[in-house]
């Protein structure tokens, strides 16, 4: 049984520099979700993919992010000129068919970002 | 805009015990889902138990159910004989529609640590 997956599960990087993340979905989820969870905090909401088109963004996500699902199959986020104020978990989600009751997002093991 | 209150930042609970987790919400649309999310220390978050607006019964999952009483907006988890693995922090989120857009992205409360203790 193959969960979803993300990669690296930690990154440590100094200020400026950018980082890729990247997240492979259950392989017949067609939605896919990045959440952001801070210190003592729930998940945060980011951006949601429906295939390969993104068709909703936080306010949280700032110019210097961007997320891509190209084909509809694993997706990226980047984060340009990070800052220390974007140290966090960040956590992609998968989930089958909007038509479903129980329309349940898997989550994957997150990644760690510490910017320095 | 939708919110989750989770007022019980952490509980100690003897193993074998039964532990209930409180967990209030707010929203105005009458189709919603609830959900509680297990997230050990390693950072995955781990799904437990999901419960729609309109279901009359209370969900079940093996050790855990949902107490879920509608017109107080409160969706209680109830971990039955807890273990030493239960060890853990326990959210609870619900599902919002963003209108035109088919998101159903979660908002997630702040958590509680539950610890349980041999």
């Known amino acids: 049984d193959t969960g979803v997956s993300q990669d690296p599960r930690h990154k440590i990087t100094k200020r400026g520099q950018n980082v890729t993340f990247r997240c492979d979905p259950i392989s017949e989820h067609n939605r896919l979700y990045w959440y952001r969870q801070t210190l003592g905090q729930g998940p945060e909401f980011l951006t949601y993919f429906q295939n390969e088109a993104q068709l909703e963004k936080s306010r949280l996500l700032s110019d210097r992010f961007s997320a891509e699902r190209p084909k509809g199959s694993f997706s990226t986020l980047e984060i340009q000129r990070t800052e220390q104020g974007d140290s966090a978990m960040y956590l992609c989600?998968?989930?089958?068919?909007?038509?479903?009751?129980?329309?349940?997002?898997?989550f994957g093991p997150g990644t760690r970002l510490t910017v320095l | 805009a939708q919110k989750i209150t989770q007022t019980q930042p952490g509980m100690f609970v003897q193993e074998k015990e039964a532990v209930t987790l409180d967990c209030t919400y707010d929203?105005?649309?009458?189709?919603?889902?609830l959900f509680w999310y297990k997230q050990p220390s390693s950072g995955e978050m781990i799904f437990l138990i999901y419960?729609?607006?309109?279901?009359?019964q209370n969900a079940t999952e093996g050790r855990y159910s949902l107490n879920f009483q509608k017109a107080r907006k409160s969706a209680n988890l109830v971990i039955s004989a807890s273990q030493l693995g239960d060890s853990a922090m326990y959210f609870c989120a619900m599902r919002e529609v963003s209108r035109g857009f088919g998101n159903e992205k979660l908002t997630f409360g702040t958590g509680t640590r539950l610890t349980i203790i041999p």
């Open positions: 419960q729609g607006s309109y279901d009359q």
């Open positions: 929203t105005s649309d009458p189709s919603y889902g």
């Open positions: 989600a998968s989930s089958l068919d909007p038509g479903m009751r129980t329309d349940t997002q898997y």
